[in-house]
């Protein structure tokens, strides 16, 4: 099988991948100021960059709506965001 995309741009690594409950978007963890990136899983653009503090964001997750994304670093920081609709 061949992949259908590749996602590029990470200045320290990429560490976690979730898509949203309606599979319109897809956000990957990183590191540093780069907690988190947001795609358009259709259109393969990158949407936005969220930053955060702390090193590592080793995990993600979405809630079931699709509203509020989590991550957590390797501090034990978890981070709490209202997750952008493509139209945001």
């Known amino acids: 099988l061949q992949p259908l995309a590749e996602l590029q741009g990470f200045l320290l690594g990429m560490h976690a991948v979730a898509f949203t409950p309606d599979g319109e978007r897809l956000a990957i963890s990183s590191s540093g100021r780069e907690a988190v990136k947001f795609f358009d899983?259709?259109?393969?653009?990158?949407l936005l960059t969220l930053e955060g503090r702390g090193s590592r964001f080793g995990s993600l997750a979405f809630s079931p709506d699709g509203v509020w994304l989590g991550t957590a670093n390797e501090q034990g920081v978890v981070h709490l965001w209202r997750a952008p609709s493509l139209q945001e």
Do not use: P, V
């Not at 899983?41 to 990158?46: F, L, N, T, V, W």
């Open 41 to 46: 899983a259709g259109g393969r653009q990158e």
